[in-house]
C-alpha cells in the first residue's frame, strides 16, 4: 500500500501545497529549518487518524476548512487499485468530516477500517511512539512483534492455540452469565421473547504492554535502565536497531507506511549510513517517507523521483522539485573522489563494481563509483564537477541496455544529465555522449546466465535442465522483445517481468509471485529451475551473504566478446 500524492490546505504554514503527485516508496523532504517540512508528515497522521485537529494546526488567520488529501494505491498483480481519502475540518467547530472517493461518510469507522498501518516517529523523541508497546496502539515495536509472530510459524501457531484455548473458557463463563442475566432481562420488560447474549473479543495484543530496558554489563552490579529513561544518543541508537530488525522482518510479510523526522538526529555519519541502509530495506516492502537535513540520508535515493524541497516564501510553504545547484554544497562531496584518480567509471549498482574489476576494469589510477541506476545525487554532483572546465579529468559511464536498443537507451541517459544543469555547458552533450557505454545485452546479470556458469555455480541442479531452463528463457526473451519493438507490449511490463536479475532472487510477495508465474504459464522448466537457484541464493545469504559474488566467481566474462572490446576501450583510455 503506497501513499501516491497528498494534497493540503490550510494547514500550519501551507496554504496550499498543490497537489504533490508521485510519491514513491521511499521518499524524502528537504529544506532548512522552520519551512514546514514536519507540516506535511503531521498531516499524513491527520489523514490516517493518528492526530487530532486543534485551532493552532490552521493556516495563520483563516476561516476557510482545513483539508488534507491523500491518495493511496494498492497493487494486486496486475492492477492497481486508488482511493482517496480526504479529512475536511470547519475552523468554528473543530469537526471533521471524512471521505472516501469523494463520498462523505456517515461514520468514522467507515473511513478508519479503509486505512493501512501508520507508523510515526517524529523529529522530538518520544520512547511510546515507537520503543514500547502498551495496549491497542500501533507502534513500531508493536509492529515488529506482530511480523516475529508470522516468520516463526511455530510461535505464531502457539500464541492463536492459546488464544483460542482463552475464548473457549470465556465463551462458556459468559454464556452462564448470558442466562442469568436474560432472566433478569426478560423479569424488566415483562416479556420472554427477549435474551441477552455476551460474546468475548479477546485480542492477546490488546493486553499485553512491552517494556524496554537497557543493561551494561561492563559495569560492575550495574542496573537495568529503561529505555524511556535513557539519554536520546542511546535512544536514537536504539530506534536504529529497530529498524534494522523491522527491514529484516518486514521483507515479505509487511505492507505499512512509515513516516520518520530526521531519521539522522543525534547519529554520527557512520550510523545515519546504516539509517539511512535500514530505510531503504524496509521500502522494499513497505512505504518509508522521511524529512532530513543530512545530505548522507538523501545521497544514494533517486533525486529527480524521490526528493522534493521545502521552501518558505513570503511566509508560505511551497514544495519543489529539487535543484542540484541549490543542494550540491550541502552535500559533503569529496572532490578528492573525483579529482585524484585519472579516469572515473560511473557505474549503476555496487554489484556492478565486482562484475567489472572480475573483468580486468581497475587500476590505481582508475576509480569506479556506483551510482543507484544514474538517478542518485552523488552521480549528478559528479558530473556537475567533472563538466567543470576547470577539472580535466576523464569520466565514462557504463549503463545496462534495460531491454532498450543501445542508442536510445544513451540518448536517454544523456538528456537526464542534461536537465540537471541551470547552465549547462555548450560542449556537455557531446562530452557525455561520447562518454557512454551501454551493455549489449539487458543487465551485467545476462552475463552469468550461461550454462558453464549456471552449472558451476549450482552443481545441485541437474545440467539437462539449466539448458532447458535457459532455452525458454532466451525464447521468451526474444518473442517479447519483438512485441516491445512492434508496440504491442509496454517497455515496463517486459522489464518487469524479464528482468535477468529477478532469477536470482525470491518472489516479494504472493502478488508478485503469482503475477510472475502467471507471465511464465508454460515454461513448467524455466519456473522449476528458477525456484531452485532463487531458493539456493537465499540460502547463500543467510550462511555468507553476496549470493552475486558466488555466481560471479564461477563466470568467466573473458568469453563475451562485446565485454572484451569494452575492457580495452577503457583501458585505453586511462593510458591516453
Known sequence: MLITSIYIKNFRSIKDSGPIRDITKIFALIGRNNTGKS??????????????????????????????????EKNSGETRESKELKVVCARDELKVSYYINGEKLKNKKDYTAALPTLLSISDIRNPKDSMTSDGNRTTLLKQIMKLRETSDGDFGERLSALSQQMTQLKTQETAALSEKITEKFRDVVGEQ????????????????????????????????????NSGTGLQSMYLLSLLEVFAELSVKDSDAILIIEEP???????????????????????????????????????????????????????????????????????????????????????????????????????????????????????????????????????????????EKRKEKLKEEVRRQFKNPPPDLDARVKEKIFILDKYAIESYLLNETTLTAAFPEIAADKIRTFLAEYEAKYSQMAEEVRSGR?????????????????????????????????????????????????????????????????HANLEEFPELIALKKAILDLLKG
Request: aromatic share 10%.
Open 39 to 72: 507540516s506535511f508528515l503531521k498531516a499524513i497522521q491527520i489523514a490516517f487518524d493518528k492526530r487530532s485537529v486543534d485551532a493552532n494546526d490552521f493556516h495563520k488567520d483563516t476561516a476557510e476548512d482545513l483539508e488534507i488529501t491523500c491518495v493511496i
Open 193 to 228: 421473547s427477549f435474551s441477552v447474549a455476551i460474546t468475548p473479543d479477546i485480542d492477546l495484543e490488546k493486553g499485553i504492554a512491552y517494556r524496554t530496558g537497557i543493561t551494561d554489563h561492563d559495569i560492575p552490579d550495574a542496573t537495568t535502565v529503561d529505555i524511556l
Open 264 to 406: 539522522e538526529v543525534y547519529l554520527h555519519p557512520e550510523y545515519q549510513r546504516r539509517m539511512f541502509a535500514a530505510l531503504r530495506r524496509i521500502a522494499d516492502q513497505n512505504q518509508v517517507i522521511f524529512t532530513t537535513h543530512s545530505p548522507i540520508m538523501i545521497a544514494d535515493i533517486w533525486l529527480t523521483e524521490s526528493v522534493r524541497q521545502i521552501r518558505l516564501n513570503n511566509g508560505e510553504t511551497q514544495v519543489e522539485s529539487v535543484k542540484i545547484e541549490d543542494v550540491i554544497d550541502e552535500l559533503g562531496i569529496r572532490y578528492e573522489d573525483v579529482l585524484n584518480p585519472r579516469l572515473v567509471v560511473f557505474v549503476e549498482g555496487k554489484d556492478d563494481i565486482a562484475f567489472y574489476e572480475k573483468l580486468g576494469i581497475k587500476d590505481p589510477k582508475l576509480r569506479i563509483i556506483w551510482t543507484d541506476s544514474f538517478r542518485a545525487i552523488h552521480y549528478y554532483a559528479f558530473i556537475k564537477i567533472i563538466s567543470s572546465e576547470h577539472v580535466k579529468n576523464s569520466f565514462v559511464l557504463i549503463a545496462d541496455s534495460d531491454g532498450e536498443g543501445p
Open 489 to 553: 507490449l509496454t517497455i515496463g511490463k517486459f522489464q518487469q517481468y524479464l528482468k535477468p536479475s529477478l532469477i536470482f532472487e525470491a518472489p516479494r510477495n504472493q502478488i508478485h509471485e503469482e503475477a510472475y508465474r502467471s507471465f511464465w504459464a508454460g515454461s513448467e522448466t524455466f519456473l522449476g529451475v528458477k525456484g531452485l537457484i532463487a531458493q539456493r541464493c537465499h540460502d547463500i545469504a543467510r550462511e555468507r551473504g553476496a549470493p552475486f559474488a558466488h555466481v560471479l566467481s
